[in-house]
């Protein structure tokens, strides 16, 4: 950490030495009215695009101009298996098995087919806990589902709170809800890092509190998945669900994973919502027979999905495959703790950083507090050529991206905020 130096000299020589430099040119870099790249963080809100993306997809559209409906086995990538091809590669990003993982749908989509398998509230265990700083999506979806299986949304839902003052979450404090309540708690469902904090979570440890009060445990990756090393199947958790158009590249809208753990693989008393792609591969085409459950998580998918968009995806896991998560998360935490050095040189009086400031309790993003500011800070930076995310009351979000953000990029985006807070 004392290594970091100010000055722009250090920040050329960080990325000389940076042997993952090369990636940036790998991905279309939005650019000003005058040609120049903009100073992008925003990379936990919606990836960059992967140059090669546009090729990937194209292939499909080729395939489906020349060949019709026997894509469905003649593409150069069969579409009938398609998101296949992607299982492995999306397994090892988010550090679980094969069996485990599946592309499907979107994010808040999967989060309720999840709940309709592992929510299963009886009359004294129903609640429902979540951080009180969920994404909103999230809480709908909880509060939802709480009325669903007939349940008041405001009683059954529990909450895990910062203290007073405070913006992060303790684990001593979910220790005690889960000794007061936890015989009334049916399912804990957190952000796996947090989106508005960027807080990453043990998951391990939640797991393992959550499964000791009889609670099942689910992860809500969006912020984590391409971003950290979640180490899913480790954590024990039950299921667990992401997006892919935020720090997986894959293109807005883009369909999410899922995770189920492998020790759900064959249940088949779990209740869940099933369509013709949870039926059995060999016999799905006979389309007569009793339905016959897909074992893992491709048993969840229910419907033949948008080849179009698995492209995208497909694109982006030959990049990260390529880097690797670990060398990927070396870097972020270099570039990460440089943002959090200049930014703390800026004078701790009116910057105040919420997120974690130890590296293994976060990822890449920093969301910071800026004394006095409003709304209208964050349209100067606009101005200034950097793309950042403003949430109310008072907080800019920034994530270098270490796949495509380089220390110049931090860089001058410390000096921007500097002039722009001097004016
Ligand atoms: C981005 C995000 C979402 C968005 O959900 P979609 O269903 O993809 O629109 C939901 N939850 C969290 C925690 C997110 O970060």
Redesign the pocket.
Known sequence: MSDYKLGLDYALKQDQNDTLRPYRNLFHIPKDKNGNDLIYMTG??LGLQPKQTKSYVNQELDDWASLGVEGHFEAKNPWLKYHEFLTEQMAEMVGAKPIEVIVMN??????HFMMASFYQPTTSRYKILIESD?????KYAVESQLRHHGFDHKDGLVLWKPRKGEELLNYEDLENILEEQGTEIALIMI?GV??YTGQFFDLKRITALGHNHGCIVGF????GAGNVALNIHDSGADFAA??T??YLNSGP?SL?GCFVHEKHAHRKDLNRFAGWWSHNKETRFNMRGEFDQLPGAEGWQLSNPPILSMAAIKSSLDVFTKVGMEALTEKSKKLTGYFEFLLKNLGEDFIRIITPSQPEERGCQLSIQVKNANKSLHHKLTEAGVVSDWREPDVIRCAPVPLYNSFEDVYRMVEKLKAILND
């Open positions: 936990n809100s979107t994010l808040t989509a999967n989060l969920a994404f909103p999506s999230d952000g947090n989106y809500d990756c969006a912020h992401w997006c158009y935020k809208g999410a």
